[in-house]
Protein backbone atom coordinates (compact mmCIF):
# COMPACT_ATOMS: atom_id res chain seq x y z
CA UNK A 1 0.00 0.00 0.00
CA UNK A 2 1.26 3.23 -1.27
CA UNK A 3 1.53 6.61 1.18
CA UNK A 4 -1.47 7.99 -0.77
CA UNK A 5 -3.31 4.87 -0.20
CA UNK A 6 -2.53 4.65 3.48
CA UNK A 7 -3.45 8.10 3.98
CA UNK A 8 -7.02 7.42 2.14
CA UNK A 9 -7.57 3.84 4.36
CA UNK A 10 -7.26 6.16 7.73
CA UNK A 11 -8.93 8.78 6.47
CA UNK A 12 -11.75 6.51 5.95
CA UNK A 13 -11.80 4.41 9.12
CA UNK A 14 -11.94 7.68 10.78
CA UNK A 15 -14.96 8.59 8.75
CA UNK A 16 -16.54 5.23 9.67
CA UNK A 17 -15.89 5.30 12.80
CA UNK A 18 -18.08 8.75 13.27
CA UNK A 19 -20.46 7.51 10.91
CA UNK A 20 -20.42 4.53 13.84
CA UNK A 21 -21.18 7.22 16.30
CA UNK A 22 -24.13 8.57 14.46
CA UNK A 23 -27.42 7.81 14.13
CA UNK A 24 -26.61 4.70 11.38
CA UNK A 25 -23.49 2.74 11.10
CA UNK A 26 -22.48 1.17 7.64
CA UNK A 27 -22.04 -1.72 10.00
CA UNK A 28 -25.90 -2.22 11.41
CA UNK A 29 -26.46 -3.75 8.23
CA UNK A 30 -24.05 -5.43 6.66
CA UNK A 31 -23.70 -9.30 7.21
CA UNK A 32 -22.36 -10.14 10.54
CA UNK A 33 -19.30 -12.54 10.59
CA UNK A 34 -20.42 -15.89 11.34
CA UNK A 35 -19.96 -18.00 14.14
CA UNK A 36 -18.32 -16.53 17.57
CA UNK A 37 -14.54 -15.32 17.72
CA UNK A 38 -15.12 -16.59 21.80
CA UNK A 39 -15.91 -20.00 23.35
CA UNK A 40 -19.50 -19.82 23.87
CA UNK A 41 -21.13 -19.19 27.33
CA UNK A 42 -24.17 -19.59 28.66
CA UNK A 43 -26.34 -19.99 32.05
CA UNK A 44 -28.48 -22.17 30.43
CA UNK A 45 -28.86 -26.15 32.03
CA UNK A 46 -30.22 -27.54 28.68
CA UNK A 47 -29.60 -28.16 25.22
CA UNK A 48 -31.34 -27.06 22.51
CA UNK A 49 -32.84 -30.29 21.50
CA UNK A 50 -33.85 -30.58 25.29
CA UNK A 51 -35.45 -27.21 25.12
CA UNK A 52 -37.19 -28.49 21.96
CA UNK A 53 -39.14 -31.37 23.39
CA UNK A 54 -40.75 -29.64 26.11
CA UNK A 55 -41.31 -26.42 24.21
CA UNK A 56 -44.96 -25.92 22.00
CA UNK A 57 -43.30 -26.65 19.03
CA UNK A 58 -43.77 -30.35 19.38
CA UNK A 59 -44.23 -30.66 15.20
CA UNK A 60 -41.46 -29.05 14.83
CA UNK A 61 -39.54 -31.17 17.06
CA UNK A 62 -40.91 -34.00 15.30
CA UNK A 63 -39.79 -32.55 11.71
CA UNK A 64 -36.16 -32.58 14.17
CA UNK A 65 -35.77 -36.12 14.96
CA UNK A 66 -37.20 -37.32 11.35
CA UNK A 67 -34.43 -34.97 9.82
CA UNK A 68 -30.91 -35.43 9.35
CA UNK A 69 -30.47 -32.42 10.81
CA UNK A 70 -28.12 -33.78 14.05
CA UNK A 71 -25.79 -34.72 11.54
CA UNK A 72 -25.81 -31.52 9.73
CA UNK A 73 -24.54 -30.03 12.94
CA UNK A 74 -22.24 -32.33 13.92
CA UNK A 75 -20.02 -31.67 10.41
CA UNK A 76 -19.99 -28.17 12.02
CA UNK A 77 -17.88 -29.26 14.89
CA UNK A 78 -18.22 -30.91 18.37
CA UNK A 79 -18.24 -27.69 20.00
CA UNK A 80 -20.85 -25.74 17.17
CA UNK A 81 -23.06 -22.99 19.05
CA UNK A 82 -26.23 -22.38 16.81
CA UNK A 83 -29.85 -20.59 17.09
CA UNK A 84 -33.15 -22.39 16.20
CA UNK A 85 -36.07 -20.72 14.83
CA UNK A 86 -39.08 -22.88 15.71
CA UNK A 87 -42.73 -22.13 15.33
CA UNK A 88 -45.24 -23.18 17.57
CA UNK A 89 -47.34 -25.85 16.93
CA UNK A 90 -50.43 -23.25 15.35
CA UNK A 91 -47.58 -21.72 13.05
CA UNK A 92 -46.64 -24.81 11.65
CA UNK A 93 -50.17 -26.18 11.52
CA UNK A 94 -51.14 -23.29 9.86
CA UNK A 95 -48.67 -23.57 7.19
CA UNK A 96 -49.46 -26.75 6.51
CA UNK A 97 -47.35 -28.33 8.29
CA UNK A 98 -49.71 -31.31 10.35
CA UNK A 99 -48.10 -34.04 12.17
CA UNK A 100 -49.47 -35.97 9.07
CA UNK A 101 -47.62 -34.05 6.24
CA UNK A 102 -44.75 -34.15 8.26
CA UNK A 103 -44.81 -38.11 8.19
CA UNK A 104 -44.81 -38.50 4.60
CA UNK A 105 -42.26 -35.53 3.65
CA UNK A 106 -39.06 -36.72 2.15
CA UNK A 107 -36.24 -36.38 4.64
CA UNK A 108 -34.87 -34.09 2.08
CA UNK A 109 -37.70 -32.14 2.34
CA UNK A 110 -37.36 -32.21 6.22
CA UNK A 111 -33.72 -31.53 6.13
CA UNK A 112 -34.09 -28.25 4.16
CA UNK A 113 -36.71 -26.80 6.29
CA UNK A 114 -34.66 -27.31 9.86
CA UNK A 115 -31.80 -26.03 8.08
CA UNK A 116 -33.79 -22.95 7.05
CA UNK A 117 -34.35 -22.55 10.29
CA UNK A 118 -31.13 -23.14 12.09
CA UNK A 119 -28.01 -20.66 12.30
CA UNK A 120 -24.61 -21.05 13.50
CA UNK A 121 -23.48 -18.82 16.22
CA UNK A 122 -25.74 -17.33 19.00
CA UNK A 123 -28.36 -15.09 18.29
CA UNK A 124 -29.26 -13.57 21.48
CA UNK A 125 -32.36 -11.56 23.18
CA UNK A 126 -29.80 -9.05 24.54
CA UNK A 127 -28.19 -8.80 21.47
CA UNK A 128 -31.20 -8.00 19.81
CA UNK A 129 -32.66 -5.56 22.35
CA UNK A 130 -29.11 -3.70 22.02
CA UNK A 131 -29.65 -2.83 18.01
CA UNK A 132 -32.10 -0.65 16.56
CA UNK A 133 -31.61 -2.64 12.59
CA UNK A 134 -31.70 -6.09 12.15
CA UNK A 135 -29.43 -9.25 12.96
CA UNK A 136 -28.73 -10.77 9.67
CA UNK A 137 -28.72 -14.51 10.29
CA UNK A 138 -27.31 -17.21 7.47
CA UNK A 139 -29.44 -20.11 7.69
CA UNK A 140 -27.93 -23.50 7.05
CA UNK A 141 -29.87 -23.81 4.08
CA UNK A 142 -28.03 -23.48 0.55
CA UNK A 143 -29.88 -22.86 -2.70
CA UNK A 144 -27.56 -24.72 -5.60
CA UNK A 145 -26.47 -22.35 -8.20
CA UNK A 146 -27.04 -19.48 -6.80
CA UNK A 147 -23.96 -16.89 -5.81
CA UNK A 148 -23.81 -13.52 -4.26
CA UNK A 149 -21.19 -10.96 -4.48
CA UNK A 150 -18.40 -11.76 -2.21
CA UNK A 151 -18.42 -10.56 1.57
CA UNK A 152 -17.43 -12.44 4.53
CA UNK A 153 -13.88 -13.28 4.57
CA UNK A 154 -11.64 -10.92 4.57
CA UNK A 155 -8.76 -13.41 4.08
CA UNK A 156 -10.31 -15.20 1.07
CA UNK A 157 -9.57 -14.44 -2.94
CA UNK A 158 -13.28 -16.09 -3.50
CA UNK A 159 -14.78 -13.78 -5.75
CA UNK A 160 -18.14 -14.63 -4.62
CA UNK A 161 -20.16 -15.71 -1.52
CA UNK A 162 -22.98 -19.10 -1.74
CA UNK A 163 -26.38 -17.93 -1.51
CA UNK A 164 -27.75 -19.47 1.54
CA UNK A 165 -31.04 -17.97 2.56
CA UNK A 166 -30.95 -15.31 5.31
CA UNK A 167 -33.06 -13.94 7.81
CA UNK A 168 -33.26 -10.45 8.84
CA UNK A 169 -34.08 -10.66 12.76
CA UNK A 170 -35.06 -7.71 14.96
CA UNK A 171 -37.42 -6.55 17.21
CA UNK A 172 -40.29 -4.51 17.87
CA UNK A 173 -41.30 -3.39 21.34
CA UNK A 174 -41.33 -6.95 22.47
CA UNK A 175 -42.22 -8.36 19.13
CA UNK A 176 -40.04 -10.50 17.59
CA UNK A 177 -39.58 -9.66 13.71
CA UNK A 178 -38.66 -11.78 11.20
CA UNK A 179 -37.79 -10.39 7.39
CA UNK A 180 -39.96 -7.13 8.98
CA UNK A 181 -43.10 -9.77 9.54
CA UNK A 182 -44.05 -10.01 13.16
CA UNK A 183 -44.01 -13.78 14.28
CA UNK A 184 -45.16 -12.80 17.73
CA UNK A 185 -44.14 -12.02 21.19
CA UNK A 186 -40.33 -12.50 21.84
CA UNK A 187 -39.35 -15.89 23.57
CA UNK A 188 -35.74 -17.11 23.73
CA UNK A 189 -34.69 -19.70 25.82
CA UNK A 190 -31.15 -20.03 26.14
CA UNK A 191 -29.02 -23.57 25.62
CA UNK A 192 -25.83 -24.22 26.22
CA UNK A 193 -24.81 -24.82 23.01
CA UNK A 194 -26.96 -21.66 21.31
CA UNK A 195 -30.56 -20.55 21.97
CA UNK A 196 -34.18 -21.38 20.86
CA UNK A 197 -36.82 -18.80 19.62
CA UNK A 198 -40.17 -20.09 19.74
CA UNK A 199 -42.15 -18.23 17.14
CA UNK A 200 -46.39 -17.93 17.16
CA UNK A 201 -45.91 -17.79 12.65
CA UNK A 202 -43.52 -19.36 10.06
CA UNK A 203 -41.27 -17.84 7.88
CA UNK A 204 -42.31 -18.11 4.35
CA UNK A 205 -39.63 -19.47 2.39
CA UNK A 206 -38.57 -16.89 -1.01
CA UNK A 207 -39.25 -19.22 -4.35
CA UNK A 208 -39.10 -15.96 -7.11
CA UNK A 209 -36.83 -13.71 -7.95
CA UNK A 210 -38.08 -9.66 -8.31
CA UNK A 211 -39.13 -9.79 -11.49
CA UNK A 212 -41.09 -13.21 -11.20
CA UNK A 213 -43.27 -11.58 -7.90
CA UNK A 214 -43.84 -8.01 -9.71
CA UNK A 215 -44.71 -9.89 -12.78
CA UNK A 216 -46.96 -12.23 -10.70
CA UNK A 217 -48.46 -9.28 -8.66
CA UNK A 218 -50.51 -7.40 -11.26
CA UNK A 219 -50.00 -3.75 -9.84
CA UNK A 220 -46.86 -3.26 -11.77
CA UNK A 221 -47.37 -3.41 -15.17
CA UNK A 222 -46.68 -0.43 -16.34
CA UNK A 223 -42.76 -0.16 -14.40
CA UNK A 224 -42.30 -3.33 -16.07
CA UNK A 225 -43.69 -3.01 -19.46
CA UNK A 226 -42.01 0.82 -19.63
CA UNK A 227 -38.81 -0.21 -18.91
CA UNK A 228 -38.83 -3.16 -21.17
CA UNK A 229 -39.79 -1.20 -24.07
CA UNK A 230 -37.54 1.58 -23.10
CA UNK A 231 -34.56 -0.93 -23.23
CA UNK A 232 -35.97 -1.69 -27.27
CA UNK A 233 -36.01 1.87 -28.05
CA UNK A 234 -32.39 2.66 -26.26
CA UNK A 235 -30.75 -0.34 -28.49
CA UNK A 236 -32.53 0.09 -31.90
CA UNK A 237 -31.01 3.71 -31.70
CA UNK A 238 -27.72 2.81 -30.53
CA UNK A 239 -27.82 -0.05 -33.05
CA UNK A 240 -28.79 2.26 -35.60
CA UNK A 241 -25.54 4.67 -34.88
CA UNK A 242 -23.34 1.74 -34.51
CA UNK A 243 -24.67 0.46 -38.30
CA UNK A 244 -23.71 3.81 -39.82
CA UNK A 245 -20.61 3.87 -38.31
CA UNK A 246 -19.62 0.00 -39.19
CA UNK A 247 -22.05 -0.60 -41.89
CA UNK A 248 -23.04 -3.78 -39.49
CA UNK A 249 -26.05 -4.65 -38.32
CA UNK A 250 -25.61 -6.14 -34.75
CA UNK A 251 -27.42 -8.14 -32.71
CA UNK A 252 -29.05 -6.58 -29.61
CA UNK A 253 -27.73 -9.07 -27.05
CA UNK A 254 -23.78 -8.09 -28.92
CA UNK A 255 -24.91 -4.11 -28.17
CA UNK A 256 -25.52 -4.87 -24.64
CA UNK A 257 -22.17 -6.83 -24.14
CA UNK A 258 -19.72 -4.79 -26.05
CA UNK A 259 -21.03 -0.86 -26.37
CA UNK A 260 -23.62 -0.40 -24.13
CA UNK A 261 -22.74 -2.41 -21.03
CA UNK A 262 -23.44 0.47 -18.18
CA UNK A 263 -27.09 0.35 -18.92
CA UNK A 264 -29.13 -0.54 -16.30
CA UNK A 265 -31.40 -3.01 -18.34
CA UNK A 266 -35.08 -3.84 -16.63
CA UNK A 267 -34.23 -7.44 -16.08
CA UNK A 268 -30.49 -6.62 -14.72
CA UNK A 269 -29.99 -7.26 -10.62
CA UNK A 270 -33.82 -8.59 -10.67
CA UNK A 271 -33.56 -12.21 -11.57
CA UNK A 272 -30.61 -14.67 -12.15
CA UNK A 273 -27.89 -13.35 -14.33
CA UNK A 274 -27.27 -15.64 -17.81
CA UNK A 275 -23.92 -17.04 -17.35
CA UNK A 276 -21.11 -15.10 -19.53
CA UNK A 277 -19.73 -18.33 -20.61
CA UNK A 278 -20.10 -21.40 -20.55
CA UNK A 279 -18.26 -23.05 -16.63
CA UNK A 280 -18.49 -19.75 -15.36
CA UNK A 281 -19.12 -19.77 -11.84
CA UNK A 282 -19.22 -16.23 -9.66
CA UNK A 283 -22.09 -13.77 -8.68
CA UNK A 284 -24.95 -14.19 -10.87
CA UNK A 285 -27.83 -12.84 -8.30
CA UNK A 286 -28.14 -9.08 -6.60
CA UNK A 287 -29.62 -8.82 -3.10
CA UNK A 288 -30.49 -5.15 -2.28
CA UNK A 289 -34.11 -3.91 -2.05
CA UNK A 290 -36.76 -2.38 -4.57
CA UNK A 291 -39.55 0.50 -3.79
CA UNK A 292 -42.06 -1.00 -6.69
CA UNK A 293 -44.45 1.99 -7.95
CA UNK A 294 -48.00 1.13 -8.70
CA UNK A 295 -50.19 1.60 -11.73
CA UNK A 296 -51.76 3.92 -10.44
CA UNK A 297 -48.13 5.88 -8.78
CA UNK A 298 -48.11 6.62 -12.80
CA UNK A 299 -51.67 7.98 -13.34
CA UNK A 300 -51.38 10.02 -10.63
CA UNK A 301 -47.86 11.45 -12.66
CA UNK A 302 -50.20 11.75 -15.78
CA UNK A 303 -49.32 9.18 -17.83
CA UNK A 304 -52.29 6.78 -18.65
CA UNK A 305 -51.03 4.16 -20.37
CA UNK A 306 -47.32 2.85 -21.26
CA UNK A 307 -47.64 4.57 -24.42
CA UNK A 308 -47.38 7.73 -22.87
CA UNK A 309 -44.45 7.02 -21.07
CA UNK A 310 -42.64 5.75 -24.68
CA UNK A 311 -43.76 9.23 -25.65
CA UNK A 312 -42.33 10.83 -23.04
CA UNK A 313 -39.12 9.31 -23.26
CA UNK A 314 -38.67 10.25 -26.99
CA UNK A 315 -38.70 13.75 -26.83
CA UNK A 316 -35.17 13.08 -25.69
CA UNK A 317 -33.76 10.51 -28.30
CA UNK A 318 -30.99 13.15 -28.98
CA UNK A 319 -29.12 12.15 -25.92
CA UNK A 320 -28.92 8.58 -26.43
CA UNK A 321 -26.32 8.06 -29.12
CA UNK A 322 -23.37 5.79 -29.87
CA UNK A 323 -19.97 7.63 -28.90
CA UNK A 324 -17.39 7.21 -31.84
CA UNK A 325 -14.49 8.49 -29.66
CA UNK A 326 -15.09 5.98 -26.88
CA UNK A 327 -17.11 3.28 -28.53
CA UNK A 328 -19.77 3.32 -26.41
CA UNK A 329 -23.38 3.59 -25.89
CA UNK A 330 -24.20 7.03 -24.21
CA UNK A 331 -27.17 9.15 -22.78
CA UNK A 332 -30.29 7.98 -20.82
CA UNK A 333 -33.96 8.68 -21.17
CA UNK A 334 -35.60 11.40 -18.67
CA UNK A 335 -37.48 8.20 -16.56
CA UNK A 336 -34.22 6.23 -16.57
CA UNK A 337 -33.37 8.44 -13.46
CA UNK A 338 -36.75 8.24 -12.27
CA UNK A 339 -36.62 4.44 -12.02
CA UNK A 340 -33.02 4.42 -10.84
CA UNK A 341 -34.04 6.20 -7.70
CA UNK A 342 -36.63 3.32 -7.13
CA UNK A 343 -34.57 0.58 -8.04
CA UNK A 344 -30.69 1.15 -7.63
CA UNK A 345 -30.51 4.18 -4.75
CA UNK A 346 -30.13 6.58 -7.74
CA UNK A 347 -26.57 5.38 -8.15
CA UNK A 348 -26.31 6.89 -12.08
CA UNK A 349 -25.42 10.13 -9.80
CA UNK A 350 -22.64 8.40 -8.15
CA UNK A 351 -19.73 10.47 -8.04
CA UNK A 352 -17.09 9.44 -9.79
CA UNK A 353 -12.73 10.38 -9.92
CA UNK A 354 -11.08 11.53 -12.88
CA UNK A 355 -10.03 8.14 -13.88
CA UNK A 356 -13.35 6.84 -13.47
CA UNK A 357 -13.53 4.87 -10.25
CA UNK A 358 -16.67 4.79 -8.12
CA UNK A 359 -16.89 3.44 -4.16
CA UNK A 360 -18.07 -0.16 -3.87
CA UNK A 361 -21.61 -0.90 -3.46
CA UNK A 362 -22.58 -1.22 0.63
CA UNK A 363 -25.02 -3.68 1.30
CA UNK A 364 -28.86 -1.74 0.96
CA UNK A 365 -31.41 -4.77 2.14
CA UNK A 366 -33.83 -3.00 4.17
CA UNK A 367 -36.76 -4.54 5.79
CA UNK A 368 -39.62 -1.90 6.75
CA UNK A 369 -38.62 -1.87 10.07
CA UNK A 370 -36.05 0.17 9.09
CA UNK A 371 -37.22 2.48 6.88
CA UNK A 372 -36.40 5.17 9.08
CA UNK A 373 -35.12 8.95 9.17
CA UNK A 374 -31.79 7.20 10.22
CA UNK A 375 -31.21 5.52 7.14
CA UNK A 376 -31.13 8.84 5.65
CA UNK A 377 -27.22 9.15 6.65
CA UNK A 378 -26.19 5.82 5.20
CA UNK A 379 -23.22 5.15 2.96
CA UNK A 380 -25.25 3.46 -0.07
CA UNK A 381 -21.24 3.85 -1.74
CA UNK A 382 -18.05 3.37 0.17
CA UNK A 383 -14.77 2.13 0.71
CA UNK A 384 -12.34 0.67 -2.43
CA UNK A 385 -9.60 2.64 -4.43
CA UNK A 386 -11.75 6.64 -4.33
CA UNK A 387 -10.94 8.60 -1.61
CA UNK A 388 -13.61 8.98 1.28
CA UNK A 389 -15.03 12.59 -0.26
CA UNK A 390 -16.30 10.30 -2.78
CA UNK A 391 -18.69 8.10 -0.88
CA UNK A 392 -22.37 8.40 -1.98
CA UNK A 393 -24.40 8.80 0.69
CA UNK A 394 -28.50 7.70 0.90
CA UNK A 395 -29.69 10.05 -1.88
CA UNK A 396 -33.45 9.31 -0.50
CA UNK A 397 -35.39 10.74 2.66
CA UNK A 398 -36.75 8.79 4.79
CA UNK A 399 -39.63 9.99 7.04
CA UNK A 400 -42.62 8.58 9.25
CA UNK A 401 -46.29 9.99 9.34
CA UNK A 402 -48.42 8.58 12.07
CA UNK A 403 -46.60 5.54 11.85
CA UNK A 404 -46.92 5.12 7.96
CA UNK A 405 -43.24 5.23 6.10
CA UNK A 406 -42.56 7.88 3.60
CA UNK A 407 -40.14 8.69 1.29
CA UNK A 408 -38.73 11.19 -2.12
CA UNK A 409 -35.12 11.74 -3.62
CA UNK A 410 -33.72 14.32 -1.02
CA UNK A 411 -34.19 17.72 -2.20
CA UNK A 412 -36.97 16.86 -4.73
CA UNK A 413 -39.81 19.50 -4.71
CA UNK A 414 -42.28 16.63 -5.44
CA UNK A 415 -44.90 15.25 -2.84
CA UNK A 416 -42.94 12.22 -0.67
CA UNK A 417 -44.43 8.52 -1.84
CA UNK A 418 -46.01 6.07 0.91
CA UNK A 419 -45.03 2.92 1.92
CA UNK A 420 -48.18 1.21 1.03
CA UNK A 421 -47.22 -2.77 1.11
CA UNK A 422 -43.95 -4.08 2.49
CA UNK A 423 -41.32 -6.67 2.85
CA UNK A 424 -42.36 -8.87 0.04
CA UNK A 425 -39.84 -11.28 0.26
CA UNK A 426 -38.02 -12.52 -2.78
CA UNK A 427 -34.90 -14.04 -3.77
CA UNK A 428 -33.56 -10.53 -4.84
CA UNK A 429 -34.55 -9.06 -1.32
CA UNK A 430 -37.56 -7.34 -0.52
CA UNK A 431 -39.91 -5.14 -2.40
CA UNK A 432 -42.01 -2.35 -1.50
CA UNK A 433 -44.81 -0.84 -2.36
CA UNK A 434 -44.90 2.86 -2.70
CA UNK A 435 -47.98 5.08 -4.43
CA UNK A 436 -46.14 7.93 -6.03
CA UNK A 437 -42.96 7.92 -8.59
CA UNK A 438 -39.47 9.29 -6.61
CA UNK A 439 -38.95 12.36 -9.33
CA UNK A 440 -35.39 14.14 -8.66
CA UNK A 441 -35.17 17.78 -8.06
CA UNK A 442 -35.50 19.92 -11.16
CA UNK A 443 -37.29 17.42 -12.74
CA UNK A 444 -39.63 18.36 -15.89
CA UNK A 445 -42.82 16.64 -16.61
CA UNK A 446 -43.97 18.91 -19.07
Known amino acids: MNMRNLKNFWVFVLWAFILFLGACSKTEFIPDPEGTQVPYQSDATQTVEQLLTASPAKLFYSAWQKSNIKNILKQQGSKVVFTVFAPNDAAMQAAGLSASAINQMPVEELDSLMMFYTTIGPVTKDELKLRSDNFMVKSLLLHPGLYVKYYDNAESNSQYDLYYYRHYVGLKGEDLLMNGKNVGKLNYLPATNGG?????????????TMLEALKADGRFNMFIESQRLAD???????????????GDRLAPEDIMRDYAYNRLYYKKDWGIETPPYPGYTGPNITVSTLFA????????????????????????????????????ATGAFPMDTVYNFHRNWGRMFQPVTAGGDKTMNNATVFYSNVLRPALNTYPVNIGGNPPVEYAYTMPLEFSL??????????????????????????????????DRLLFPKGFKLK
Open 196 to 208: LYIMEKAVERPTK
Open 401 to 434: SNNNVQLKVKGSEYPAANVVDTDINTLNGPIHVV
Open 232 to 246: ELFLNKIGDDIEAVF
Open 293 to 328: PTDEAFHQAGFQTVADILKFNERSMDGVFFDENTYS
